[in-house]
């Protein structure tokens, strides 16, 4: 579980048979941590990463928040879309 002394936003998300649990921290330098790594470790292909950025981009919060976040189940893209999906509900 991610303990944090600054305050963050929660959001919980799910797509297919994956799920996510997103912590986002304002005023950060814009990492992204899945399962305790980078999100260019975790996830090989451009796109998909791209998918995970897609609420950050339209909020227009990119670079400027730290995520750390655990994902179980499915697959690549199941993965990458409750993340997505995570994310846009820690935003709100």
């Avoid at 304002?26 to 790594?37: H, K, S, Y």
């Avoid at 981009?57 to 893209?77: N, P, R, W």
């Amino acid at each position: 579980m991610y303990q944090s002394k600054k305050p963050y936003l929660y959001g919980t998300g799910r797509r297919k048979s994956s799920g996510a649990r997103v912590h986002l921290c304002q005023n950060g330098t814009g990492a992204i941590t899945i399962d305790g790594g980078d999100i260019d470790e975790y996830f090989g292909l451009e796109n998909v990463r791209m998918v995970v950025r897609q609420p950050l981009a339209a909020t227009e919060e990119l670079g400027k928040v730290d995520i750390v976040a655990t994902v179980e189940g499915g697959g690549v893209s199941g993965q990458a879309g409750a993340l997505r999906h995570g994310v846009a509900r820690a935003l709100l």
